[in-house]
Every structure is written in C-alpha cells, then in structure tokens.
C-alpha cells in the first residue's frame, strides 16, 4: 500500500492532546498543504487563520461550546452537558479557514483544503479533529460580536467554513472502526 494511502486510512479523531505546542515548521507544512487543495475554478477563495495563544483558545472554546447548549439539536445539547466535556479538546492549536462568500464554491473548497491539513497532520504524528462548534456560534449575531471582541477577525466577505483542532494525541490512534461497506455502487 502506498505512503497516501496509508495515511488516509490512519487518520482518526483524536479527542485528548498533550499541551505540547505544535511546532512551526510542522504547522508551516500543514498550511502548505491546505494551500495546494483543489478549488473551483482555481479560485483559492480562503484565508488561514492559526490560534496557538491558550488563553484566546480557552475563551473561544468557552463561548463556542454555548452553541451546543443552544442547539435545537438533542445530541449535542447532552453532549455539552456532560461532565468533563470540551469543544476543543485541550488542542494548542486550532485552524480556522474562511473562505470568500462570493466565490463558486467556498464551503467545499474549505473543506477540502482542511481535508489536506488534516492528513498533512497525521503523516507527521500529529492529531487533529474536526470542530463544527466554530461554525455553528460563528452564525449567530452573538457569535461574530465574540468572534471580533476577542480579536477574530476574517477578511472582509469571508467567513469560516472548516476549523480542525491539531496536537500531539495523548494516546496513540485507536483501531479503525468498521466501516459501512454497502455505501458503494459500481456502474460499468
């Protein structure tokens, strides 16, 4: 099996991190990575935003976790509401990628340019996770009000599309759940 695909097949959520912080060069090779996503049209319609300051990433969390609490969804208001539980899960480190609203396809092209980062992060031993939490308190009006209090600031037009939590996993990866095999039809 090939380097890529066996990276691809690694990856996993990681949920609980070492406070170590995630070095420069290592996260310079992850925005690189983001960079070189495909978009449509080639329109590169993002912007990287890197968090590493803990107490702006304690502050985010604190508020982004309201938007659990507040959600009309059932499973996410109980999972806010369990003990111990965190948004962000201790990461030192945690990327926001806006993308220009007025391009063809900001969200997907995002998405995939945090797809790259996230498995740039697992070839080098590092973990990450998907954190909708962002997204979800960022459209509120509360949201980007706390979003530009705290000094989060996208370009003008922009707005997050995909943040990932990365650090070193505190355990190693857990084993690859089963995956649904009947999701896949082959027309020839």
């Not at 590169?44 to 507040?70: G, Y």
């Not at 509401?81 to 030192?92: L, R």
């Not at 943040?163 to 039809?185: H, Q, S, W």
Request: aromatic fraction near 8%; glycine fraction near 6%; hydrophobic fraction near 40%.
């Amino acid at each position: 099996m090939n380097e890529t695909i066996a990276t691809i097949l690694r990856r996993r959520s990681v949920r609980s991190f070492l406070p170590d912080p995630v070095g420069q060069a290592e996260l310079e090779s992850m925005l690189e990575a983001g960079r070189y996503a495909p978009s449509a049209m080639n329109q590169q319609p993002w912007h990287f935003t890197a968090i590493r300051n803990p107490e702006l990433l304690r502050k985010l969390e604190e508020n982004c976790k309201t938007a659990f609490l507040e959600s009309k969804v059932d499973a996410l208001r109980e999972t806010a509401q369990q003990e111990g539980f965190t948004v962000f899960y201790h990461a030192p480190l945690m990327v926001v990628i806006s993308g220009d609203s007025g391009a063809i396809a900001p969200q997907y092209d995002c998405t995939l340019a945090m797809e790259n980062m996230i498995l740039a992060a697992t070839s080098i031993g590092l973990g990450s996770c998907w954190t909708h939490a962002v997204m979800m308190f960022h459209a509120t009006e509360k949201g980007k009000a706390i979003f530009r209090q705290l000094g989060v600031i996208f370009p003008e037009g922009h707005q997050p599309y995909a943040a990932a939590v990365f650090g070193r996993p505190v355990k190693p990866y857990p084993e690859t759940p089963l995956k649904n095999a009947d999701c896949i039809t082959i027309m020839d």
